[in-house]
């Protein structure tokens, strides 16, 4: 049988990889989930589809893919996206009453707490990974 310690470093050079690639187009990624949760968030239901979770939970999960990019690049101006996502996440709460949507006070708390999610989350990764990673 064959010890799973064998593929330990082929694992962590496709996570170096793929959180690389991250890094480089963290723009573009960042800017298609906002796409993403906007059209989603403001598109017109008569009921919301039964997915498993809760609406909460999506929202964290959203709300933390959306910031992970962005936390892994790391700008200088990181806290001004970071308000910036809030503020826009409030914008769509407010807006989802006008297209047949209920727009939360908790959906914005659960926004938020995903986008600290999504930080948490890089901070974790960057833990992980050896200091000579190409992430450091």
């Not at 082929?10 to 993403?36: C, G, H, P, Q």
């Not at 308000?83 to 769509?92: E, K, R, T, V, Y």
């Not at 948490?120 to 990974?129: H, M």
Request: charged content about 15%.
């Amino acid at each position: 049988m064959v010890s799973l310690a064998l593929y330990t470093p082929v694992k962590e050079y496709l996570m170096i990889t793929l959180l690389t690639l991250i890094r480089k187009y963290w723009l573009s990624i960042t800017l298609f989930i906002l796409t993403v949760i906007t059209v989603l968030s403001l598109l017109p239901l008569k009921e919301l589809p039964p997915v498993p979770g809760s609406d909460k939970t999506h929202h964290i999960i959203a709300y933390a893919t959306l910031m992970f990019p962005t936390a892994l690049r790391k700008p200088h101006y990181l806290p001004a996206i970071g308000l910036f996502f809030i503020g826009w996440s409030g914008a769509i709460e407010l807006l989802q009453p006008y297209v047949n949507r209920y727009g939360e006070f908790r959906d914005l708390a659960a926004n938020i707490t995903g986008l600290v999610c999504g930080l948490l989350a890089v901070k974790f990764i960057q833990w992980l990974l050896p200091v000579n990673s190409e992430l450091k």
